[in-house]
């Protein structure tokens, strides 16, 4: 669980005069205490007599689906991730906007930075990180507007994360760029960004990431680890007699 605090506490100004023989004004600072489930998530994966035979001398097979297991745990947990992050549900009506027409950031004519600029103006708190999917950032890359503000005084020609970072003014810049086949199994394989064509600003806690710090401070997207589990997260389980291997951990998301 973790607790979220009334704001008012932090952004209403207070009367911090007292007298030398007075007490100081006293606030009161609530927290609620809000739930959040942890569950175990596995993948598994085989290896047979024939393959350990026909890997003999090429690889350690064991070490390379292990690694494939891996790589799917994580490809399942971005997935999550972005899912969360381009919900528009989990936002209210003035933290999100839909850039139809010319407002399009496709659309030459359009301001990508005016955009961001009053977007991130009603944002309690001045947001440092940017995300946004490969395909945004593939349209930025090019955009009329960036390279013509970056071209005598960010290097004009390579338009890097950094070089965008400096333009949204923000501390990073984030690029999703994660396929996923949203295929059926035997069918075609169809591939897509995972993070699509979505763009979010907001403030991330990420130099205080422990302790006191981290829960009395605003921050967006805290991911929960199961006590216990983030010293060795990484669990290899078989299922004796048969050759089974597979990978789970205990984060909770």
């Known amino acids: 669980s973790y607790f979220k605090f009334d704001r008012g506490a932090t952004f209403k100004r207070a009367n911090t005069l007292y007298g030398a023989r007075s007490k ?19 993948l598994a994966a085989w290896i047979d007599d024939d ?7 090429i690889g350690n097979i064991h070490a390379i689906k292990m690694q494939m297991l891996k790589d799917g745990h994580y490809l399942d947990l971005e997935k999550r991730i972005s899912t969360a992050l381009f919900n528009a549900a989990n936002y209210p009506t003035a933290n999100k906007t ?39 950032d593939n349209t930025l890359q090019t955009h009329p507007k960036v390279l013509d503000a970056i071209k005598y005084t960010m290097g004009g020609v390579n338009v890097t994360h950094e070089t965008l970072a400096r333009y949204f003014q923000v501390e990073r810049y984030m690029v999703g760029e994660a396929h996923e086949d949203t295929a059926q199994e035997g069918q075609a394989e ?16 990420y130099t ?6 981290m829960i009395s401070q605003p921050s967006f997207g805290w991911l929960p680890i199961s006590r216990g589990d983030t ?23």
Request: aromatic share 8%; hydrophobic share 35%; glycine share 14%.
């Open 24 to 42: 100081a004004n006293e606030l009161e600072l609530h927290g609620t205490k809000q739930p959040h489930d942890l569950s175990h998530k596995g």
């Open 190 to 205: 169809t591939l897509g960004y995972i993070w699509g064509d979505f763009a979010w600003i907001g403030y991330v806690n």
């Open 231 to 253: 010293g060795n997260p990484w669990r290899v389980f078989t299922r004796s007699p048969d050759p089974t291997m597979g990978v789970g951990d205990g984060m909770g998301y």
């Open 98 to 136: 839909t850039l139809v027409g010319a407002a399009q950031w496709s659309d030459p004519t359009s301001d990508p930075k005016r955009a961001v600029i009053n977007a991130a103006s009603g944002l309690i708190k001045q947001p440092n990180t940017m995300v946004v999917g490969k395909l945004v």
């Open 51 to 57: 393959e350990r035979r026909q890997t003999e001398g």
């Open 208 to 213: 205080n990431a422990t302790g006191p710090a």
